[in-house]
T-cell receptor, first 114, second 114 residues
Framework: DVKVTQSSRYLVKRTGEKVFLECVQDMDHENMFWYRQDPGLGLRLIYFSYDVKMKEKGDIPEGYSVSREKKERFSLILESASTNQTSMYLC?????????????FGSGTQLSVL | AQSVTQLGSHVSVSEGALVLLRCNYSSSVPPYLFWYVQYPNQGLQLLLKYTTGATLVKGINGFEAEFKKSETSFHLTKPSAHMSDAAEYFCAVSEGQAGTALIFGKGTTLSVSS
């Protein structure tokens, strides 16, 4: 089965720090996604990528950037962490160019910004 | 742009009772529709999806959903709830085109009592 691995399960950072969240998938999927999950708000799309070096903004890209230098790795960057970015971050991947394919999710990174 | 509305953030049922979780969508093109489930302290996994063809879709663990274009709905049902069904359920929509992504609803928490 596909494995999507997020580098940290829990992360604590200070306001103003630059934060890197890493995600790696092992099934040669074209598409990769970053969502944040907050109680009562569901999953909100931050950024996604459908090819190496390609990126698209989601619904809430402000304060975030991404990098996809290799097909298997998709990094989320918080340029200057703020307390309102405390959240659960979920990475996902899927195959193909169309979006009727199943998403495979990582276990998530719970980020706390103090 | 597509969107998803899940009616009811919390649904409570007794073991053995019918489960009905409501989802309405908005999409400018024929949509692809999904239900994902998140068990406590686990990642999201696909329950079922509708892409084309038969409008009644069967998924894992006895769940099914029916795509009703006239009502723009994709409600999730299960005839008889089990304690193990307690989880958070997310409806999601995609317009299926390359370069787009899955948009999730805010989620419905299902509680099952004995």
């Amino acid at each position: 089965d596909v494995k999507v691995t997020q580098s940290s399960r829990y992360l604590v950072k200070r306001t103003g720090e630059k934060v890197f969240l890493e995600c790696v998938q092992d099934m040669d999927h074209e598409n990769m996604f970053w969502y944040r999950q907050d109680p009562g708000l569901g999953l909100r799309l931050i950024y996604f990528s459908y090819d190496v070096k390609m990126k698209e903004k989601g619904d809430i890209p402000e304060g975030y950037s991404v990098s996809r230098e290799k097909k298997e790795r998709f990094s989320l960057i918080l340029e200057s962490a703020s307390t309102n970015q405390t959240s659960m971050y979920l990475c996902a991947s899927s195959r193909g160019q169309a979006t009727n394919e199943k998403l495979f999710f990582g276990s998530g990174t719970q980020l706390s910004v103090l | 742009a597509q969107s998803v509305t899940q009616l009811g953030s919390h649904v409570s049922v007794s073991e053995g009772a019918l489960v009905l979780l409501r989802c309405n969508y908005s999409s400018s093109v024929p949509p692809y529709l999904f239900w994902y489930v998140q068990y406590p302290n686990q990642g999201l996994q696909l329950l079922l999806k509708y892409t084309t063809g038969a409008t009644l879709v069967k998924g894992i663990n006895g769940f099914e959903a029916e795509f009703k274009k006239s009502e723009t709905s994709f409600h999730l049902t299960k005839p008889s709830a089990h304690m193990s069904d307690a989880a958070e359920y997310f409806c999601a929509v995609s317009e299926g085109q390359a370069g787009t992504a899955l948009i999730f609803g805010k989620g419905t928490t299902l509680s099952v009592s004995s």
